[in-house]
């Protein structure tokens, strides 16, 4: 009897176990043998198209769309260096060099002052206390001059509002590019395999000779007013980012500035948004210098230039600024040194 149980036990374990074995193996046909074959069948189509894009873009009737453009992509890559030369406008305005040091937390482990070892050397960010960094939020551009060296006299105006210059005509520059872009895009829709604009647009674009543009805001300047407490433990911070309409509150402040110690000077025009559009209107939205206009180039970035630059004395009145577009305004160059803030 003993043995017949034994047996028994044995063939119910048995049991069990070929089971468990069918179930896993039903399982593992039911749903891994598909999604193998569907990671093969994805795996050879994605070669296949590998294999399909690499003779496409070598082949002659792609050589010939980019042939047929080239001059636009040209213009193009030649709009996006002078947006990247009016970017960088700003970088120079130098500032005081305080020099280096080097801050060395000799602190025990737990006792680390973490805040501390953020310390950047940068001279757009000011260490400071906390009723400071909160004061600064309150009155940004008072703060932003006073701790950052800004005087408010006609030079630093003069270097600020060449900036906004610079960086309203990069922002809008930037949307040109895009559209100027896009509608060259357009223009090849038809000639292009759907197949290809739809994965692999970013490739076209490369190999039709686009460069990488940087269609980004964060070429802005930022201020930061940052505290740490005393323990190193604990921070918090107040950023200015120098965009198109900080720049113009900045301005509008450093004038009232400017005016209130000297009258005459404080009477001219303010390089704003506002008079940019009203002398681009007043030229007919026209190049003074080659006549090119909006109606003849759909996406022209047309610039706003001090006829007598202010570098040899010009002021911004209305009847020393003209309508240039970009190409008439590069090859014009010799765009105003900046000093110091000061
Ligand atoms: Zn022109």
Redesign the pocket.
Known sequence: MKGNSALVKLSIIIMILVTVASFVLSVFIVLLIPLAITALISAIFVSVYQIYCYYYFKSNKFLLIRSTIQKYVDNCNELNNHINDLKSSYINISSYDYGNGELNDKSKFNFKRKEWQKNTHNHQVHYCSASICKNASNQPMKYLCKYFNITSDESSLINFESVLNDFAAAQQGKELLWNERDSILNSIRNSVPRLILKFSKDKVIRKLGFEAYDFSDLYFPVYTFQYVSAGGNSSFKFDIQLNIENLETLIFYLNDLVKFRNSIKGQRALMTSELREKIKNRDNYC?K??S?SISDEKNLLLEIDHIIPLSKGGVTTEENLQT??W??NRTKGSKMEFSNFN
């Open positions: 190049c210098k080659c090119i240039l577009c190409r008439c």
